[in-house]
């Protein structure tokens, strides 16, 4: 497995040169911390990455400037948060509004036949469910698509 230890030691300056302008002109990019570009680096060189951060060490904006970075660069990125309650749908996309206004969220707070809706109908980049309406989404039968 490789090491990415490297980077940690990395300055600031050298790691914002891996950075579009057009991400670092985005609100609240500035403001993030070092290891949280570190993880960006990371995710935007790799297919496929796990990031393995304590509660607090910021991967909701990792996540967030991850697919809004992707936006800025003309793809049509699409994600699924994943949150404890259906309660926290709407106060995670409200927190996540004043971070990222650019990104169009999605809650899923409806019947799976509507969230399942929602996701193939709506055009938004994340899109937000609780785990016990995803487990709903995965353990019913649907109708098939004719």
Sequence with gaps: MENHDWLKGLK?????????HEIKTVNGFNNLWSHQLVCLVLLFAFDRFMLHLDMGGGKTLISLFSVLDRKVAGQNPKAIVFVPYISSVDTWIEECKKHTPDLRL?????????????????????????????????????????
């Design 12 to 20: 600031r300056s050298d790691l914002l040169k891996e950075f579009s």
């Design 106 to 146: 999605v809650p899923l707070l409806g019947t799976t036949v509507e969230n399942l809706r929602k996701l193939e109908e709506k055009d938004g980049d994340v899109f937000v469910i609780c785990y016990a309406s995803s487990v709903a989404m995965l353990s019913e039968k649907h109708p098939k698509k004719k």
